[in-house]
């Protein structure tokens, strides 16, 4: 937040992977008994991120609030990025509400999901595919399976419409790994998404809110 890329926007220079992860955060109270409440303010624009972590006894919440407290609608690049270890049997799985759906893979052109997906599995070592699905709201959950073990990963907020997919066979990483990242909009620069006709944009005076959720389920031998 509020661009994966580094970008400028407006003569102001936004770092990799925005700048949330370094500035500081006020602790706040917590909506949900044993959560977590933050809040950050942009130094780039004049956005506000607040993110509340809390569990029960079947999953861990993120919720997550972007307030725009200015008389301007202003642009904004949001996406999950967490990564998970992965085997050769690690399996992702998505739950599509549309079919034939394709994706556009960064170096490998635009192919069918199913394609992208055998490929991104079958990667050599040093190597990495990102891809992004060409519909938005094509998937609003992920799933990895790995033997009898999964890990179920939901998106909710109608911000968050697009999906990328990342494998990485150590290439950046130190071992194999998978991201799965729901963001606002199709592409990592925030200047290079907001061109986009119909691209996020938080109106003025108002908060935009939405939801990650992951719920595992883990057999103990």
Same mark, same amino acid.
Request: with cysteine; charged share 20%.
């Given at each position: 937040?509020?661009?994966?890329?580094?970008? *400028? +926007?407006?003569?102001?220079?936004?770092?990799?992977?925005?700048?949330?992860?370094?500035?500081? &955060?006020? !602790?706040? /109270? %917590?909506?949900?008994?044993?959560?977590?409440?933050?809040?950050?303010?942009?130094?780039?624009?004049?956005?506000?991120?607040?993110?509340?972590?809390?569990?029960?006894?079947?999953?861990?919440?993120?919720?997550?609030?972007?307030?725009?407290?200015?008389?301007?609608?202003?642009?904004?690049?949001?996406?999950?990025?967490?990564?998970?270890?992965?085997?050769?049997?690690?399996?992702?799985?998505?739950?599509?509400?549309?079919?034939?759906?394709?994706?556009?893979?960064?170096?490998?052109?635009?192919?069918?999901?199913? *394609? +992208?997906?055998?490929?991104?599995?079958?990667?050599?070592?040093?190597?990495?595919?990102?891809? &992004?699905? !060409?519909? /938005? %709201?094509?998937?609003?959950?992920?799933?990895?399976?790995?033997?009898?073990?999964?890990?179920?990963?939901?998106?909710?907020?109608?911000?968050?419409?697009?999906?990328?997919?990342?494998?990485?066979?150590?290439?950046?990483?130190?071992?194999?790994?998978?991201?799965?990242?729901?963001?606002?909009?199709?592409?990592?620069?925030?200047?290079?998404?907001?061109?986009?006709?119909?691209?996020?944009?938080?109106?003025?005076?108002?908060?935009?809110?939405?939801?990650?959720?992951?719920?595992?389920?883990?057999?103990?031998?």
């Amino acid at each position: 937040m509020p661009t994966l890329d580094a970008c *400028e +926007l407006d003569g102001t220079a936004i770092p990799d992977h925005g700048e949330v992860w370094a500035v500081e &955060w006020t !602790d706040l /109270p %917590a909506r949900h008994p044993e959560g977590i409440r933050l809040s950050c303010a942009l130094r780039s624009m004049p956005l506000t991120l607040t993110r509340e972590v809390w569990a029960d006894d079947t999953r861990l919440v993120f919720d997550y609030w972007l307030t725009n407290a200015t008389a301007t609608a202003l642009p904004a690049q949001w996406a999950a990025h967490p990564q998970f270890a992965a085997t050769s049997n690690t399996q992702l799985r998505l739950e599509f509400s549309k079919p034939d759906v394709t994706a556009t893979g960064i170096g490998s052109g635009t192919r069918r999901w199913s *394609e +992208l997906l055998q490929a991104g599995e079958a990667l050599l070592p040093g190597s990495h595919l990102k891809v &992004w699905l !060409d519909q /938005p %709201a094509a998937a609003q959950s992920a799933m990895i399976v790995n033997g009898q073990n999964t890990l179920r990963m939901r998106w909710e907020g109608g911000a968050v419409r697009n999906l990328a997919v990342l494998w990485d066979n150590q290439q950046f990483s130190r071992e194999r790994v998978l991201a799965i990242e729901p963001a606002f909009d199709r592409g990592d620069s925030l200047v290079a998404t907001s061109e986009i006709d119909d691209s996020f944009r938080i109106a003025p005076m108002s908060s935009q809110t939405w939801r990650v959720t992951l719920v595992a389920s883990i057999l103990i031998v």
